[in-house]
């Protein structure tokens, strides 16, 4: 989109799984934007870790939502 000079603003909300060893799961786009940002946001998220989530000190599945904002302005400094 950027090379093509054809970007917008907005958001990209997925919803995913994070199992217990921090890696996604099932991730899909639960309010798109646009196919490109769509596709382009779970293949993104689907690289990320986290800290598993602990319950009672054991690592635990859970399930989330994940907002993907994509800008054309550029950020503060």
Do not use: M
Request: charged share 30%; proline share 5%.
């Amino acid at each position: 989109a950027k090379a093509k000079k054809d970007t917008i603003n907005g958001t990209v909300e997925l919803s995913l799984t994070i199992d217990k060893f921090g890696i996604p799961h099932d991730v899909k786009v639960a309010k798109g934007l646009r196919a490109d940002y769509d596709q382009s946001a779970v293949e993104s998220v689907r690289q990320w870790r986290w800290q598993p989530y602990l319950v009672n000190g054991n690592p635990t599945e859970v399930k989330d939502k994940i907002n993907v904002i994509y800008s054309t302005e550029k950020p503060l400094q």
